[in-house]
Nanobody, 115 residues
Framework: QVQLVESGGGLVQPGGSLRLSCVASGIRFSLYDISWYRQAPGKQRELVAS???????NYADSVKGRFTISRDNAKNTVYLQMNSLKPEDTAVYYC???WGLGDYWGQGTQVTVSS
């Protein structure tokens, strides 16, 4: 059974930081391209950052220079370090793993940026 479990969300003030984690089980994690998406109320889900199995990295323009994605294949975990958070970063953040026909999602973790 494949599971992706996100954690690390919460309430933070503008300018603050959070680190999200996504732990995978039931897949050969090192083969998968992993992405973080987010969905704010009333908006479509959008790609935030991605890291391929070969560790190529891509960021949405809105988070470049503030967010850092990384992976630890030994721990089956991908991280999203989020710095200089803004109110517009408020959303549910989802982890996604893709390889071949496999396409899996976590349940999401809420990030709220507010004073």
């Amino acid at each position: 059974q494949v599971q992706l479990v996100e954690s690390g969300g919460g309430l933070v003030q503008p300018g603050g930081s959070l680190r999200l984690s996504c732990v995978a089980s039931g897949i050969r994690f090192s083969l998968y391209d992993i992405s973080w998406y987010r969905q704010a109320p009333g908006k479509q889900r959008e790609l935030v950052a991605s890291i391929t199995s070969g560790r190529s990295i891509n960021y949405a323009d809105s988070v470049k220079g503030r967010f850092t994605i990384s992976r630890d294949n030994a721990k089956n975990t991908v991280y999203l370090q989020m710095n200089s958070l803004k109110p517009e970063d408020t959303a549910v953040y989802y982890c996604n793993a893709v390889w071949g026909l496999g396409d899996y999602w976590g349940q999401g973790t809420q990030v709220t940026v507010s004073s």
